[in-house]
């Protein structure tokens, strides 16, 4: 029988128990390995086909050229438009044609005249109204909002003015000053009205806004006269030029 001594059979023992260098320590051995990268092939991660999927950056070149192809065409046709209808003039001129010649003619007294003056200046005011209502309905635009607001808002307070005046200077015997204060006054309403619309339209109310200082210095006798080359000619003139360059 072979002798075992406690220390021999305690070294066995310890020597049984003691772990291999060459096997695994425990089962968090493989814990702090590196992930693998991801294959470029496969479904679920980045490669070269998610790459090709993204769609193409946009130039910043074209961006900014459309855009800017855009502002100016807004600006062109804000440039073209005017909320003064072109052929709501004429027709205001004409009006006012006949009622110079029915004022000069067909009336003996002074009272006959303001009659008539009243009478178109109320045709020539429904004319304007609905021709601009019109205007503005066709191009797809309003009186009560931006442009046209402004354009409404600049033509009132001379309009107004002169409505105000037409008593006072009636009721004072000064009823010679009327064709030149009304004149004036609806110059400087079409100049404040256009000053962000076409040329034409500025320009227009400066030549009755000449007229009517012309008129408060010249001779009662001639007040027709004014009456007719402004209300009549210079609403034929610039009616005519209006409706064909710039929307009717």
Same mark, same amino acid.
């Not at 067909?106 to 006959?112: K, M, N, R």
């Given at each position: 029988m072979t002798n075992v001594t406690p220390i021999s059979r305690a070294r066995s023992r310890s020597g049984s128990q003691e772990p291999r260098l060459d096997e695994p320590s425990g089962p968090h051995e493989h814990e702090h390995e590196p992930p693998e990268p991801p294959d470029g092939n496969d479904g679920g991660g980045g490669g070269s086909g998610e790459a090709d999927a993204q769609p193409a950056p946009i130039s910043l070149s074209n961006h900014a050229a459309d855009n800017l192809a855009f502002i100016r065409d807004a600006m062109e046709q804000a440039g073209r438009f005017t909320f003064l209808p $072109?052929?709501?003039?004429?027709? *205001? @001129?004409?009006?006012? !044609?006949? +009622?110079? /010649?029915? &004022?000069?003619?067909?009336?003996?007294?002074?009272? $006959?005249?303001?009659?008539?003056? *009243? @009478?178109?200046?109320? !045709?020539? +005011?429904? /004319?304007? &109204?609905?021709?601009?209502?019109?205007?503005?309905?066709e191009n797809g635009s309003s009186l009560l909002q931006g442009k046209g607001r402004r354009f409404m808002l600049g033509i009132l307070p001379a309009i107004i003015a002169g409505a105000t005046l037409t008593p006072v200077l009636w009721h004072g015997h000064l009823a010679h000053m009327l064709p030149g204060t009304w004149l004036l006054l609806y110059g400087v309403a079409v100049v404040s009205g256009g000053m962000h619309s076409v040329r034409a339209v500025p320009t227009m109310g400066l030549c009755f806004m000449g007229l009517?200082?012309?008129?408060?210095?010249?001779?009662?006798?001639?007040?027709?006269i004014y009456l007719l080359a402004g209300f009549g000619g210079l609403h034929v003139v610039f009616g005519a030029f209006i409706a064909r360059r710039h929307g009717g």
């Open positions: $072109g052929y709501g003039g004429i027709a *205001m @001129g004409l009006s006012a !044609i006949v +009622a110079t /010649i029915v &004022a000069r003619f067909a009336t003996a007294t002074p009272a $006959g005249w303001l009659t008539v003056w *009243m @009478g178109e200046a109320v !045709i020539a +005011a429904a /004319i304007a &109204a609905i021709s601009t209502q019109y205007k503005a309905r009517g200082i012309a008129s408060l210095f010249s001779p009662a006798a001639w007040r027709d």
